[in-house]
């Protein structure tokens, strides 16, 4: 049945063209657009689902992929290098876990947003930006080169920037998409300079060609395209120092945040860092730097996730923070243990999101102190969070422990101890926040009414904590031929279980709950006096160490400085010249207009002079006429 | 190679010339005896009355056409007449569709009206 | 059968000389009121004949030693031809019903038109090129005036049948010129005769009057006086087939005539050929600014894509020949889907004027959507088919080394976009006038121009089929690349 893979560039088709129904016919019909949406991406959910089977059954391994393409453009000749840009699919185990996760996360989030967004003004727009979406996740994920990769990654900020913006007439939500779109600019210009470098080294944008050449030859030229190449996921997924974007895009609908800002979007830098592992694995230095920005960013988001209490934002920072793991691993060189985390990851920050829209859509607000006592009126959303808590912090059995935990271990077992220590002081903190807001939100005195949501909302989050349940038994030590052994750079990759650092980060993370419960639940500690006691230390942290401000002021004071000076040289000096050639031009039309006075004679006489001028040209030899 | 337009020069020269020349040698040998009738207009037709930018009946036009394209038949017809009997038969159904082709157009004129003067 | 005649290779003519008279036929046989009818048996017989077409894929023969030629070359352009018919022939449905009278003698003639083009690519001699070319423009004389009760389509009539018989002229003393010199009006023998000698003065006038010639069918600056007057004046469907598909016929002849018959020249005339390339890029923009009337607007724009089209000679190789074919069909959905437009604008509202487009976004989405895609694809905007298009072209005159070249034509598709966004904003940011209601578009029309607007989107997005095929057949027509 290899039809099946060579016809694999379907999946992306149905939402493409479910996107292009809502908006042009169905846009009237609200709840036809969203079940044409959530038709549409179970569509696409089967045929990964087929996709991820047969390549199981096919022994479609890592270093075997299969790719099919077709030529889109082809150019060049003798003096011009010649250019050929393909349009494919690159099918290996990596892409059909994606395509699953992608499709899966997608869908039931878009079966929650037939209850959260119901009622909404823009509900069918809504579907339509999602099914776009997720066309473009679809497409990055499957593309077989960088070039095409390019496009789809644009558009996934493109509808990232529709999506965060979907309130647009909410001053913060336009100002926040507005940041996120800019900040991921920075990325995508290294980005977008990473591949033309390395298409102007090795002549290619296909993935397994680059690789194939990078193999042949790797060497310190490769650092500077591979760190351009690296700034596109470090702005996509949120790494220091371009995260800013990701928590202010809590503005957008919480199943936007679920779908884009957990589970799939910020997943594609790490993608991409998977895709281009050749790339980054052969340059230590720059490996390294892989490491210790992940690392650093997790341990930095983590920090400034335990004083926040916007639900959203808190979620948003643990999101950084577990990216910051995930790219943590890939750095250290460990693609399994990096994916694996993705893949559990997408499954139970999807579950906490939803579960967190949930909470809002019945309590109608997002400051977890105004909340409280939830967990009497919504056992659903109470216990599905608390799933995704457990599994976020790493409690055994949960998915979140196995992949945690496999990080862990490949950072301690490649010898980066300093990592290792940082990983497990954000495993303690993680579990730390976490219950922080669950037993602020769901336990304690009721300070609100909220009613359970619908079962098109409790649904998916009942499937989304069975998932994270158990979506970590694929990759757990005692299961054979597991997660990394589908998924591995080069060779698989075994680590061997070592439980004393599955018994220490369990004991950190139970300590971090602990923690949680004493401060939260029995109030033995203050926390209004600690802050008080290190009031210059909270003020830091909550102010997100002013990362944003230091931003502003660099943008407003120099950036918009610049951006003057090149205002006014643009406005006088290039404007004057094009304006002045503009000008000139319209001039010159209006006077060139003239020549045609509509006369026939006129007409004939200027054929004819033309004639003899060019009789007259041709036949003096100075003019270059004859010789 | 200038000198090569030379050929171009002369050619233009003498078509001028010719056309001079023979305009020169008739004024210098004819005999110039004016009379008023000789020097009016027409000399062999009738005074024109009124002005002469007049619009003309676009039937004399579409009768000189239909005209036209029964001469070039027969411009096609005589050869072939000729050497019919030498010619492939093919070329007798050619001539039919040739002929075929130019009843279609007289009937086409004919319903028209191109052919009543009105 | 006689020796060495295969009719058969001339299938595609004859169907469409008996579609022509069929046509006529029919005219005669069936009552007044019942003769616009006859516009969708054109549609049928052209799709049919287009159907034929597809057996000649790869055929490359020559009918009477010579004379005729039969090959992916003429093909292409024969698609082309009928592709462009077919869209007319829709495009002038509603036209010809409002007329009431001689409708079939429109269509009959629009099928002769077609004809006459078919036999300019096809001719690979000198005086059936000319036959070609003349039935085609006599045919066009006709159709231009068609609407005889208005001075401004006489008045394009008029203008059209005395500056063609004067370029005509020019160009018949050319081809007398070049048979002079050479003894054969046979391109290829000509060739082969002109390969020895050096540049006569003689043949020099020959080659300067037979571009002459050309450059009025193609409207090259300086002769494309006539242009923006017919286009004008005559009947909408007819100017959007004047621009695209007598232009790619001349421009095929064109090309034959100077890359097959005068390549031992190539040096000076191509010269000439750089001249009115820059000379019609450059003046085509930059009047199109200042009009205000939508198909003057667009006859100086097809004036300045005819330069484009020139860099693909310039260029002289497989290449350039290539690039040509993919502009040229392009150029036929780009074009006249934006003049379809103009078509089912006037018929509702009887204007052409640009300003008269205000609001036509809120008044008739399809149609303003359809002319903006077809205006950005004429100005060249990635990711249509029109920026494929120009980007071959562009290349490959880089390729030749005349990277100035490219860049001026690229400066000059700068400008053009400034005069399309013109009709752009006036069409989406304008209001509609007070008392204008929904235009009404009939479906055929709606079809041809969802069906243009595809293509230009699909081409533009993967162009890669047409352009192989392109590419494939200037392969065969002109194998060099040097």
């Known amino acids: ?627 | 190679m200038l000198e090569q337009f030379t050929s171009i020069g002369i050619f233009i020269f003498v078509g001028l010339g010719f056309a001079v020349s023979s305009l020169l040698v008739a004024w210098i040998v004819r005999p110039k005896r004016p009379n008023p009738l000789k020097m009016s207009t027409y000399e062999c037709g009738l005074e024109t009355r009124g002005r002469t930018w007049i619009q003309f009946k676009v039937s004399y036009f579409l009768y000189a056409l239909v005209f036209l394209v029964f001469d070039v038949e027969v411009v096609f017809l005589i050869p072939w007449a000729v050497e019919f009997l030498k010619l492939p038969w093919i070329a007798f159904i050619e001539m039919f569709i040739f002929i075929g082709i130019l009843v279609v157009g007289l009937w086409y004129v004919w319903k028209e009206g191109a052919l009543e003067w009105k | 059968m006689i020796a060495g005649i295969d009719f058969s290779l001339l299938t595609v003519e004859i169907f469409t000389a008996a579609l022509g008279l069929g046509l006529l036929i029919i005219n005669l046989i069936v009552p007044g009121n019942q003769r616009s009818a006859t516009g969708y048996l054109t549609v049928l017989g052209l799709l049919g004949i287009l159907l034929v077409t597809l057996s000649y894929e790869g055929v490359e023969k020559t009918f009477m030693d010579g004379m005729y030629i039969i090959d992916p070359f003429a093909t292409f352009f024969k698609r082309l031809f009928l592709v462009a018919a077919i869209l007319v022939t829709i495009s002038s449905l509603p036209f010809v019903k409002k007329l009431g009278y001689n409708e079939g003698d429109f269509f009959s003639l629009l099928v002769f038109a077609t004809l006459g083009m078919m036999v300019l690519v096809s001719a690979g001699e000198l005086i059936t090129l000319y036959l070609g070319l003349e039935l085609m423009t006599i045919s066009f004389y006709i159709l231009v005036s068609f609407k005889k009760k208005d001075a401004k389509s006489c008045e394009a009539g008029i203008k059209y049948i005395i500056l063609s018989a004067m370029s005509s002229a020019l160009l018949l003393y050319g081809l007398s010129l070049v048979y002079g010199l050479t003894k054969t009006t046979i391109i290829e023998q000509i060739a082969s005769t002109l390969a020895a000698g050096t540049m006569q003065p003689l043949m020099a006038l020959g080659i300067i009057f037979l571009l002459a010639g050309f450059g009025f069918k193609i409207s090259l600056v300086p002769f494309h006086m006539w242009a923006p007057d017919v286009y004008e004046g005559a009947p909408t469907p007819i100017t959007a087939f004047l621009a695209v598909a007598s232009k790619a016929a001349a421009l095929a002849a064109f090309v034959r005539i100077f890359l097959i018959g005068f390549p031992a020249y190539q040096e000076y005339w191509i010269t000439l050929v750089i001249v009115l390339s820059v000379l019609t890029m450059v003046l085509g923009n930059l009047v199109a600014i200042p009009q205000t009337n939508i198909k003057r607007l667009l006859a100086y724009s097809s004036i300045s894509q005819a330069g484009y089209l020139l860099l693909g000679i310039v260029a002289f190789s497989s290449m350039g020949i290539g690039a040509i074919l993919f502009f040229s069909i392009i150029y036929v959905f780009t074009n006249v889907g934006a003049f379809m437009v103009v078509v089912a604008l006037s018929t509702s509202t009887g204007s052409h004027k640009i300003e008269d487009y205000s609001g036509l976004y809120r008044r008739a989405p399809l149609l303003a959507v359809v002319m903006l895609f077809c205006l950005l694809s004429l100005a060249g905007l990635p990711p249509l088919a029109g920026f494929v298009g120009k980007l071959y072209l562009f290349i490959a005159v880089i390729e030749k080394g005349y990277i100035w070249l490219a860049l001026l034509a690229v400066l000059m598709s700068m400008v053009s976009v400034y005069y399309y966004l013109l009709v752009v904003k006036v069409m989406f940011l304008k209001e509609p006038p007070q008392n204008s209601g929904i235009i009404k578009v009939p479906n055929g029309l709606q079809i041809a121009m969802v069906f243009s607007l595809i293509l230009i989107i699909v081409l533009g997005i993967y162009p890669k089929p047409l352009s192989d095929l392109a590419m494939s057949v200037a392969h065969t027509f002109f194998p060099f690349s040097f």
């Open chain 1, 1 to 627: 049945m290899l039809k099946m893979l060579s016809n694999a560039w379907l999946i992306p088709i149905p939402p493409a063209v479910a996107f292009v129904l809502i908006v042009l016919v169905t846009k009237r019909f609200k709840l036809l657009s969203a079940l044409l949406a959530i038709f549409a991406i179970t569509l696409s959910f089967i045929y990964s689902i087929g996709i991820l089977l047969e390549v199981l059954s096919q022994g479609i391994t890592m270093n075997n992929p299969v790719e099919y393409s077709v030529n889109w453009l082809s150019l060049g000749g003798e003096t011009i290098r010649p250019l050929l840009i393909e349009a494919g699919v690159l099918i290996d185990p990596l892409t059909s876990v994606m395509l699953v996760v992608v499709t899966l996360v997608a869908l039931l989030v878009e079966i929650y947003s037939l209850g959260y967004m119901k009622g909404d003004p823009g509900f069918s727009v809504f579907f339509g930006y999602l099914s776009f979406f997720v066309m473009s996740m679809l497409g990055l994920v499957l593309a077989n080169n960088y070039f095409m990769m390019f496009i789809f990654w644009e558009l996934v900020g493109l509808c990232s920037y529709l999506l965060i913006g979907f309130y647009f007439h909410k001053h913060s939500a336009a100002k926040a998409s507005k940041k996120a779109f800019i900040t991921n600019r920075w990325g995508d210009f290294g980005f977008m300079l990473g591949i033309f470098s390395l298409f102007l080294i090795f002549g290619t944008f296909n993935f397994n060609d680059l690789a194939e050449a990078i193999g042949r030859q790797h060497g310190a030229f490769l650092i500077i395209p591979a760190l351009l190449v690296l700034a596109g996921p470090i702005a996509k997924s949120a790494q220091f120092p371009l995260h800013v974007w990701l928590p202010d895009a809590m503005e957008g609908p919480t199943p936007v945040s679920a779908l884009i800002h957990a589970a799939t979007m910020v997943a594609a830098g790490v993608y991409l860092i998977a895709r281009g592992y050749i790339l980054f694995t052969g340059l230590e230095a720059v490996s390294f730097a892989i490491a210790y920005i992940g690392g650093f960013t997790a341990l930095f988001a983590a920090i400034i996730a335990v004083v926040q209490f916007d639900i959203k934002r808190i979620i948003a920072f643990s999101t950084v923070s577990q990216l910051g793991y995930m790219v943590m691993a890939l750095g250290v060189g460990s693609l399994s243990a990096g994916i694996f985390h993705l893949t559990t990851h997408a499954f139970f920050k999807a579950l906490l999101f939803l579960a967190a829209g949930s909470v809002i859509h019945a309590a109608h607000t997002q400051n977890i102190f105004e909340m409280g006592g939830l967990s009497k009126s919504m056992k659903i959303t109470t216990w599905s969070f608390i799933v995704g808590a457990l599994s976020l912090s790493g409690i055994f059995p949960l998915a979140g422990f196995w992949s945690k935990d496999e990080i862990l271990l490949v950072t301690l077992e490649k010898g980066f101890t300093g990592l290792y220590i940082i990983g497990s002081l954000v495993a303690f903190l993680t579990a730390f926040y976490v219950f922080r807001l669950v037993f602020v939100v769901f336990f304690g005195k009721k300070k609100t009414r909220a009613y359970e949501s619908p079962l098109s909302m409790t649904v998916p989050l009942m499937v989304l904590a069975f998932l994270s349940i158990t979506s970590g038994f694929a990759g757990a030590p005692f299961v054979e031929k597991g997660f990394s052994s589908f998924i591995y750079f080069q060779e698989p990759h075994h680590v061997q279980v070592n439980f004393l650092i599955m018994i220490g980060s369990t004991v950190l993370a139970l300590g971090g709950i602990a923690l949680a419960w004493a401060v939260y639940v029995k109030k033995l500690i203050d926390p209004v006096l600690v802050t008080d006691r290190a009031r210059s230390l909270y003020v830091v942290v909550y102010n997100k160490f002013y990362i944003d401000e230091i931003y502003h002021w660099l943008f407003y004071r120099i950036m918009m400085n610049i951006g003057k000076a090149f205002n006014w040289n643009d406005r006088h000096v290039v404007d004057g010249i094009f304006d002045g050639i503009a000008g000139l031009t319209r001039a010159a039309g209006a006077k060139l207009r003239l020549v045609h006075t509509g006369n026939l004679q006129n007409y004939a006489l200027v054929i004819f002079a033309s004639v003899v001028i060019i009789v007259i040209w041709m036949a003096v030899p100075v003019l270059g006429g004859i010789q």
